[in-house]
């Protein structure tokens, strides 16, 4: 009798998170726009190949060639993406800070825990943190090592991430997706930004 209200939750979780992971995505076109002068039409296009080996395998490490190549499509140099983009896969997980913070959230909400305000900050604060130390694999892999951190910083149990890295692989997409991308964004950025300081010097 459990079977129907327990999946439409799931349902719920998947949903809900995944908004978050599509919202965080969304950020890399105006950071491509503006700060990175790309536009997005070439930014979009470029990013077609990268965001499939993203979907397909949900691992930014797997979609490293295919960000190179995109990157090199809109114009960035190479000596600037081949140094900026393996340390964004490495290192700038952008939909992680918000994803594993909602799905602790999620679980406090939940179970009917309602954390305080410094819970919430330490948790905020836990999950940034946390971001570096995950791999760029499917999600699975640091799902509980990831979240557990943020889970017990907003004083709420572990044991229910157990059940919610059954149902990981859907958002993972969502992840994956939204770190490819803006990793990419990020790279046009930082390519603009070494192009500008010759001209700063000399002015």
Do not use: C
Not at 106 to 133: D, R
């Amino acid at each position: 009798s459990a079977g129907g209200p327990a999946s439409a939750g799931l349902g719920h979780y998947i949903l809900i998170i995944s908004a978050i992971g599509v919202l965080a995505t969304l950020w890399a076109y105006p950071i491509a726009l503006i700060w990175g002068r790309i536009g997005l039409g070439a930014f979009s296009k470029a990013l077609i190949a990268p965001q499939s080996v993203a979907i397909s395998t949900r691992s930014s490490l797997a979609s490293l060639p295919a960000m190179l190549a995109s990157a090199r499509m809109m114009g960035v140099r190479e000596q600037v993406a081949d140094v900026t983009l393996p340390l964004a896969v490495a290192l700038f997980r952008a939909t992680g800070p918000a994803m594993n913070v909602a799905v602790a959230f999620y679980v406090a909400h939940w179970l009917g825990y309602e954390p305080t305000l410094t819970q919430m900050i330490a948790a905020t604060a836990v999950g940034a943190v946390m971001s570096y130390g995950a791999v760029g694999l499917p999600g699975e892999v640091s799902f509980i090592s990831s979240i557990a951190p943020i889970a017990m910083a907003l004083g709420v149990p572990i044991a229910p991430l157990a059940l919610l890295v059954a149902v990981e692989m859907v958002p993972d997409i969502f992840r994956t997706l939204g770190n490819v991308t803006l990793d990419v964004a990020v790279t046009t950025v930082v390519d603009r930004g070494v192009e500008a300081e010759p001209a700063a010097e000399k002015a």
